[in-house]
């Protein structure tokens, strides 16, 4: 998050995104809020995003990220795809997890669930792969 808050014009690159699938990830929500409202204004600046998310809880948090740098400016699209690759494949494991959870306590997954994990699974292979 502090990569797209000192960058929000980075939220627009093709490696910026979030899987659509519903995962306990902490922190997940605020993230897809935070890279859609970003992506939606292509000249936000760090400090008007601070100004327009001041008066949300995460105002302060969000201004004490601007305030540390992370890594070289040249380096920060880099870094912040392979941390949304990251995000991603947390995404898939929570998942997996829950639906390998449900399958153990049902005692099976319905059709629509079973495809749903076979398809999960291949993701997570694929990003390893990466």
């Known amino acids: 998050m502090a990569l797209l808050v000192q960058r929000p014009e980075l939220a627009q690159a093709e490696q910026v995104f979030l899987l659509d699938i519903s995962a306990p990830v902490k922190g997940l929500d605020f993230l897809r809020e935070l890279v859609d409202f970003c992506a939606q204004k292509p000249h936000l600046s760090t400090a008007k995003l601070l100004e327009l998310w001041r008066e949300?809880?995460?105002?302060?948090?969000?201004?004490?990220?601007?305030?540390?740098?992370?890594?070289?400016?040249?380096?920060?699209?880099?870094?912040?795809s392979e941390t949304m690759a990251r995000i991603r494949l947390r995404q898939v494991q929570a998942r997996v997890r829950e639906l390998q959870q449900a399958q153990l306590v049902e005692g099976g997954l319905d059709d629509i669930r079973t495809a749903e994990l076979r398809e999960l699974l291949s993701l997570r292979f694929d990003n390893r792969q990466d």
């Not at 990220?65 to 040249?74: F, K, S, V």
């Open 56 to 80: 949300r809880p995460e105002g302060p948090w969000l201004a004490h990220m601007a305030a540390h740098t992370l890594c070289p400016e040249d380096d920060m699209p880099a870094a912040l």
